[in-house]
């Protein structure tokens, strides 16, 4: 059974930092992308960044470049979401998202099979 678990929400201030953290179990021949999205209250899931199994792809959502910075370690099966130079808009459950194959866009939602629970984020003014 896949399994996926975030972890490292919490509330910040305008301008600090986070970092998120996905552990996956189940995905013993996994070898597909990883992605973490995001919903804030009475708005629809959107695309944050994703990477390849391998490390070396890292997609990010134009309002994220610069500021985030998706990674991973295969050895410890989790894949991390540092956030820096947080802003009040970036206030969300924060989710991880894995797929088992490389088919479709990444950056859209439907295309990941397996979702973890998600971790509030709350960035305050």
């Known amino acids: 059974q896949v399994q996926l678990v975030e972890s490292g929400g919490g509330l910040v201030q305008t301008g600090g930092s986070l970092r998120l953290s996905c552990a996956a179990s189940?995905?013993?021949?996994?070898?597909?992308?990883t992605g973490w999205f995001r919903q804030a209250p009475g708005k629809e899931r959107e695309f944050v960044a994703s990477i390849s199994w391998s490390g070396d792809m890292t997609y990010y959502a134009d309002s994220m470049k610069g500021r985030f910075t998706i990674s991973r370690d295969n050895a410890k099966n989790t894949v991390y979401l540092q956030m820096n130079s947080l802003k009040p808009e970036d206030t969300a459950v924060y989710y991880c998202?894995?797929?088992?194959?490389?088919?479709?866009?990444?950056?859209?939602?439907?295309?990941?099979?397996?979702w973890g629970q998600g971790t509030q984020v709350t960035v305050s003014e």
């Open positions: 998202a894995a797929r088992r194959f490389e088919l479709g866009a990444r950056d859209l939602a439907r295309n990941y099979d397996y």
């Open positions: 189940g995905l013993t021949f996994y070898s597909g992308t």
